[in-house]
């Protein structure tokens, strides 16, 4: 009960690869149970940010505060998944049972009957025995759902979830998105469809390498503020090192 009544809070911060910031001087607190959709133009730092959610990227300067990893279920982008690696869908589901039992402890009655219920949830029951290299993306993303579904964390975080998959997909993995939301469950999601984001987001953070705008998602997507958000991508110096004063 606790992890999910804990903020996540940003005092400062700056993320970054080899010593070069990707996102810089971000100030701010998610609440417990929003809905936040982080959008902003290709560069922006918004996959960064999550990263560094996870507790996968530590920062370069300035803290970052929230949750621990246990209370976290992190969603990378598809494209970063291996799809030659030789599982079956219901064991990559299964995956999301093992953080609180362990890798070496088999799956009773009613953990089985849990796995079952995920599959049934996101559309695919009968796919069990499946290689997830035989998937679609549409059904890949299904999977991966299912798997956050046994996960039960507080705070949700996705990475481009709705990338190149079909529309009655996405359609599906809102509904559950939407129902972590009804829990009060945190969810932060990374997403580049604006309309969608004006439709089922609440709330945005506009990102462009640092926060161009936060809050309520009709005052920040603004057509001034997404304007600012291209100019300072495009203006911005990839390889500039970490200023002193977030270094500090």
């Given amino acids: ?28 607190e998610i609440a417990p149970g ?14 960064t ?89 549409g059904q890949l993303q299904r999977a991966l759902f299912a798997r956050i579904l046994l996960e039960d964390a507080p705070v949700i975080l996705l990475d481009e979830p709705f990338a190149a998959i079909d529309t009655a997909t996405t359609g599906d993995l809102l509904d559950l998105i939407e129902g972590w939301h009804g829990e009060d469950r945190t969810v932060v999601a990374v997403l580049h469809d604006m309309d969608l984001v004006r439709a089922h987001f ?10 161009v705008a936060w809050g309520r998602t009709a005052d920040v997507l603004t057509r001034e503020n997404l304007q600012n958000a291209r100019t300072m991508v495009e203006a911005g110096d990839p390889h500039a090192p970490v200023c002193r004063v977030a270094a500090e």
């Fill in 49 to 137: 940010l999550l990263k560094a959610i996870a507790g996968i990227l530590p920062p370069l300067g300035g803290n970052i505060a929230g949750p621990p990893a246990r209370a976290l279920a992190y969603l990378p982008q598809m494209a970063d998944l291996d799809r030659s690696f030789p599982i079956s869908v219901y064991d990559l589901v299964a995956f999301g049972l093992w953080r609180g039992r362990g890798l070496l402890r088999g799956f009773g009655t009613s953990e089985k009957a849990r796995i079952v219920q995920a599959l049934e949830e996101v559309g695919l029951r009968g796919f069990e025995r499946r290689a997830i290299g035989t998937l679609s993306g």
């Fill in 202 to 211: 609440p709330d945005t953070l506009l990102l462009a390498r640092e926060a």
């Fill in 34 to 47: 929003s809905l936040l959709a982080v959008v902003g133009p290709n560069g922006a730092g918004k996959s």
């Fill in 1 to 28: 009960m606790r992890d999910r009544m804990t903020p996540i809070r940003f005092d400062n911060l700056t993320l970054g690869y080899d010593r070069h910031p990707a996102v810089h001087h971000l100030s701010g």
